[in-house]
């Protein structure tokens, strides 16, 4: 009889000790080389705001914007939004940057990964607070950090306000033509995880943040009570990113489905354009095609 007390005793504490044991991961596979790090995504919600131009800001954009790898080191990239609400009307506003990125140095390292495993959001309306929630766990994984130098074309067009000494001038249009050239940083990897109950799963990541020079020769006409005066500058700055969440294809993914979210392109930049002042435009995406 002590006997099958024993044995249920030691059952019992088996059964709860299972029950409430945390699930563990493992990092079985890791090669930065498998990130699909080009893109093609679909801007949904955008938005460009020069602070010292509030007529010519951009409330909801929509648009498109890509990084096509032509060699290892040389990638092709392109952005364009089209406002379709802004402050003040004026003919076809948009934003629109093409221009290349070469990569002079690439240095691959083992170092300890965040995953992020899961997150949520919830709102208490009773005490007015937004709670995020961030399931992640630290593992060994390959990342790969390329260094690269950037440039191209950059144009932009919308509504101008200008203010001066206290006189206001009547609103008109500017249009930003030039260049940008700077330098990039690409971090990226790509690992399959396996947690204690045997499910494998892959996670992958391409973060590209990045700062320019503006060279934007810029001229513009303004009026106030019947006078005309030429306002002019041309250079300017920004510093930025994009981040692809889950550059990898169906297949990749052990031939799981990645749904929309999965898909997020988000970019973010800030600087100063030229009779514009500070300005930020960020915006987010869909990507509907993926290279490598």
């Known amino acids: 009889m002590k006997l099958k007390y024993s044995i249920l005793l030691v059952t019992l504490i088996a059964t709860t000790a299972s029950l409430f044991a945390q699930k563990t991961y493992r990092q079985i596979y890791s090669d930065p080389t498998e990130v699909?790090?080009?893109?093609?995504?679909?801007?949904?919600?955008?938005?460009?705001?020069?602070?010292?131009?509030?007529?010519?800001?951009?409330?909801?954009?929509?648009?498109?914007?890509?990084?096509?790898?032509?060699?290892?080191?040389?990638?092709?990239?392109?952005?364009?939004?089209?406002?379709?609400?802004?402050?003040?009307?004026?003919?076809?506003?948009?934003?629109?940057?093409?221009?290349?990125?070469?990569?002079?140095?690439?240095?691959?390292?083992?170092?300890?990964?965040?995953?992020?495993?899961?997150?949520?959001?919830?709102?208490?309306?009773?005490?007015?607070?937004?709670?995020?929630?961030?399931?992640?766990?630290?593992?060994?994984?390959?990342?790969?950090?390329?260094?690269n130098v950037r440039g191209g074309l950059y144009l932009r067009n919308?509504?101008?306000?200008?203010?001066?000494?206290?006189?206001?001038?009547?609103?008109?249009?500017?249009?930003?033509?030039?260049?940008?050239?700077?330098?990039g940083y690409t971090r990226k990897l790509f690992m399959h995880i396996q947690d204690s109950d045997g499910y494998t799963f892959a996670y992958a990541r391409n973060f590209r943040p990045f700062i320019d020079i503006l060279v934007l020769p810029t001229s513009v006409d303004v009026t106030a009570n019947?006078?005309?005066?030429?306002?002019?500058?041309?250079?300017?700055w920004r510093a930025g990113m994009t981040w692809q969440l889950n550059p990898m294809t169906k297949k990749q993914n052990f031939d799981r489905k990645i749904g929309f979210f999965g898909n997020l392109l988000y970019r973010l930049e800030f600087g100063q354009r030229p009779l514009e002042g500070f300005y930020v435009t960020t915006s987010l995406a869909w990507t509907i095609k993926k290279f490598k």
């Open 226 to 236: 019947g006078n005309t005066q030429t306002v002019e500058e041309t250079l300017g």
């Open 36 to 147: 699909q790090s080009g893109y093609l995504g679909l801007h949904y919600f955008g938005v460009d705001a020069g602070f010292n131009n509030t007529s010519g800001a951009s409330i909801l954009s929509v648009g498109a914007e890509t990084l096509y790898p032509i060699t290892d080191k040389l990638k092709a990239e392109g952005l364009f939004l089209y406002s379709l609400f802004s402050l003040e009307k004026t003919n076809f506003p948009f934003l629109f940057n093409a221009g290349a990125e070469f990569t002079l140095s690439s240095k691959t390292k083992n170092t300890t990964v965040p995953v992020l495993l899961a997150f949520s959001y919830e709102r208490n309306y009773l005490e007015g607070k937004d709670i995020n929630t961030y399931t992640t766990v630290k593992l060994p994984g390959d990342i790969t950090s390329e260094l």
């Open 158 to 183: 919308s509504a101008f306000e200008y203010e001066e000494n206290f006189t206001f001038y009547e609103v008109t249009n500017i249009f930003h033509k030039g260049i940008y050239a700077g330098l």
